[in-house]
């Protein structure tokens, strides 16, 4: 009996579960994370033209690359859709009146 066993001396570490991300969190992560982060399948795909207003062709390439990191810099559905939020502008359609002799 020269040694001594004390029990409960380890330290084995808690029942509870450990906090971490889980296997839930992290398939979140990966599907709002940036799929294309060099956008190498990037292509524009507007047919606009040379129209004044609509100019899409006219983006720097580093300027939609900035944006876009900066969006999905967040990997949480939330944070991403309140950012797309903030960019829509919703507007009632103008709408002309018809007149009576359109019936006739």
């Known amino acids: 009996m020269d040694e001594e066993h004390i029990v409960g001396d380890q330290d084995r570490?808690?029942?509870?579960?450990?906090?971490g991300a889980t296997s839930r969190q992290r398939q979140k992560e990966i599907r709002y994370d940036d799929p294309d982060p060099n956008l190498d399948g990037f292509d524009v795909s507007c047919k606009h033209g040379r129209n004044k207003k609509l100019s899409c062709k006219d983006i720097p390439f580093e300027d939609l690359r900035r944006c876009?990191?900066?969006f999905y810099s967040q990997k949480d559905e939330v944070k991403q859709d309140t950012k797309l939020s903030h960019?829509?502008?919703?507007?009632?359609p103008r709408r002309k009146k018809r007149s009576d002799q359109s019936f006739n």
């Open 13 to 19: 570490g808690s029942r509870k579960r450990k906090w």
């Open 68 to 70: 876009r990191q900066k």
């Open 87 to 92: 960019l829509i502008e919703i507007g009632t």
